[in-house]
């Protein structure tokens, strides 16, 4: 968990940066200028910034979910026979 910490710091602290210049997918999820589904659309049109928000959204929503999924599972251990 202690990665998925550094990792949400940082990527908290970029999107605020990315925000401020205008760049921040999130950020324009949250005011309703774009909708939560263009996550996956044409990144063509789009300048590298807005881009990298965006992709680092996707990666860090699959960090999260993979650091929850990792602290569910049981402990596999090897049975002594």
């Known amino acids: ?3 998925w910490l550094i990792h ?12 401020i210049i205008g ?3 999130p950020w324009e ?6 909708p939560v589904n263009s996550i996956f659309a044409s990144i ?10 965006r992709i680092w959204s996707i990666v ?5 979910g993979i650091s929850l999924l990792g602290r569910r ?4 251990t090897a049975d002594p026979e």
């Open 60 to 64: 860090w929503l699959a960090d999260t």
């Open 23 to 25: 760049f921040s997918w």
């Open 8 to 19: 949400t710091v940082v990527f908290f602290a970029a999107q605020i940066v990315f925000a």
């Open 29 to 34: 999820v949250l005011n309703g200028r774009l």
């Open 44 to 53: 063509d049109d789009q300048l590298w910034v807005a881009n990298t928000s």
């Open 73 to 76: 599972a049981p402990k596999q």
């Open 1 to 3: 968990m202690k990665h």
